[in-house]
C-alpha cells in the first residue's frame, strides 16, 4: 500500500518542515517501488535437455514454493523456456527473467560482460552429463579427419559450449593459435533438428556435437558413431548446465534464493533415489515422445551424474580468458559462482 502524505492547509515555510515533507515524500517513493521487487517473485528460464532435470522435478513437485513458505514467503513461480544462451543472457539484462539455466559459456561471458556491475554468477550446477560429437561419415575415425566437406551441427557457432570444446579440441591437437580449426565446419542448429538431419543422411549435416537425450536417439542408428565427449576433451566429467542469477535479484530476494537452493536440494536427493519417477516427469512436461523407460536408461547411465557441484568449469573458463573471449580472468570458478555454492566444493 503506498504511504499517504498529508499536508496541512498552510505548512510552515521554514528549511525543516521542507526537509521533513520532502523526506516523507522519499519514503512513499521507496515503499511504492519496494511493491515492484515483493519478496518470492521469480522468473525462470531452463531448457528442453535432460540436463535441467532437477528443474523439471522442482517444478512439477512446487519445491520453490514449498520451502518459500515455510521462510514465511508466499512465491511466485514464472517457468519460460528458452532456446539459445544469448537470448537468455539479453532476458536477464533487460529484467525480464530473473533466473537462468544455460551451458557454461553464456554464464561465463554474461559474468564477464556484468563484473563489477550486475554482478551475475552461478546458484548452482545441475549436473555433469556427457556431450558427444557424432558423425555418420564412414571416412571419420578422429577428429583430424574431418575435412571441408564435412559439416558438424551445433547449437550455435563459436560461442556454444559444444563450439567452445571443439575449439579446446583444436588448440589440444594443432596449437593455441589454431583454437579455430574446426570453426569453418560448423552450423548453427538446435539439437532436435540436427538430430532429424544426421539421422535423415539427406543433408549436408554428417556430424553433430549433441546433447543428451538426443545423442542417445542418434546412436540407435548403426551408421552414426562417436567420434569424441566433453569428458574426453575436458579430462573427465564435465558440468552441462548451470542456474545463474544476477546479484541484484539475490540481495533483493534473500528468502526465496534459499528456497530455490533448497528446492535444488530436494530435487537432486528424488532424482538420485526414483529415476524411474523422474524421468516421467521429464516426459509429462515436455510432452516428450519419447518411452520413460529411454529417458530413464539414459539418467541412469554411470556418466551422467546428478549433482549441484561444479566439475571441470574453471578448464573452460580458463580457456576463454586465454583466447579473449572474456576480459575478466577468474582466479578460480569460486569467482563466478554465489558464495552460497562454495561450501561443497568444485572444479
Known amino acids: 500500500m503506498q504511504a499517504q502524505v498529508r499536508f496541512h492547509q498552510s505548512p510552515p515555510k521554514s528549511g525543516r518542515w521542507r526537509a521533513r515533507l520532502a523526506a516523507l515524500a522519499a519514503a512513499a517513493g521507496l515503499l511504492a517501488g519496494g511493491a515492484a521487487h515483493a519478496e518470492g517473485q521469480i522468473r525462470i528460464a531452463y531448457q528442453y535437455d535432460v540436463g535441467d532435470i532437477l528443474l523439471h522435478v522442482v517444478r512439477e513437485q512446487k519445491l520453490i514454493e514449498k520451502y518459500a513458505a515455510q521462510e514465511g514467503v508466499q512465491a511466485n513461480v514464472e517457468w519460460k523456456q ?12 533487460s529484467n525480464t527473467l530473473d533466473v537462468a539455466s544455460t551451458g557454461l559459456p553464456p554464464l561465463l561471458t554474461v559474468w564477464d560482460r556484468t563484473y563489477g556491475k550486475q ?13 558427444y560429437l557424432l558423425t555418420r561419415n564412414p571416412a571419420i575415425k578422429t577428429l583430424g579427419d574431418f575435412g571441408p ?6 547449437p550455435a557457432t563459436t560461442i556454444s559450449l559444444h563450439a567452445r570444446l571443439l575449439q ?28 532429424a538431419a544426421l539421422l535423415s ?12 537425450p538426443f545423442q542417445f536417439q542418434e546412436l540407435k542408428d548403426p551408421a552414426i558413431r562417436k567420434i569424441t565427449s566433453s569428458y574426453e576433451i575436458l579430462g573427465g566429467p564435465a558440468t552441462l548446465n548451470i542456474l545463474w542469477a544476477p546479484e541484484r535479484w539475490q540481495k533483493e530476494n534473500p528468502k526465496t534464493f534459499t528456497a530455490l537452493r533448497r528446492a535444488l536440494a530436494e530435487a537432486l536427493r528424488f532424482v538420485q533415489g526414483n529415476k524411474g519417477e523422474a524421468a516421467a516427469i521429464y516426459v509429462r512436461l515436455e510432452n516428450s515422445k519419447l518411452p520413460v523407460s529411454f529417458v530413464q536408461e539414459i539418467i541412469s547411465l554411470p556418466d551422467v551424474q ?9 578448464k573452460l573458463a580458463s580457456f576463454l580468458a586465454d583466447v579473449g573471449a572474456i576480459k575478466h580472468r577468474p582466479a578460480s570458478w569460486k569467482d563466478y559462482f554465489f558464495d552460497e555454492a562454495q561450501g561443497a566444493g568444485g572444479s
Open 168 to 195: 579446446i579440441a583444436a588448440a589440444g591437437k594443432y596449437g593455441k593459435d589454431k583454437f579455430t580449426h574446426f570453426d569453418e565446419l560448423t552450423v548453427s542448429l538446435p539439437h532436435s533438428e540436427a538430430a
Open 119 to 131: 554482478n551475475i554468477k552461478a546458484i548452482a550446477a545441475l549436473g555433469s552429463l556427457p556431450t
Open 306 to 314: 546428478y549433482t549441484l557441484q561444479p566439475q571441470n568449469t574453471f
Open 149 to 154: 566437406g564435412d559439416r558438424i551441427a551445433l
Open 82 to 93: 528458452l532456446s539459445g544462451g544469448a537470448a537468455i543472457n539479453d532476458a536477464i539484462l
Open 201 to 212: 543422411g539427406k543433408t549436408e549435416v554428417n556430424a553433430h556435437f549433441a546433447s543428451p
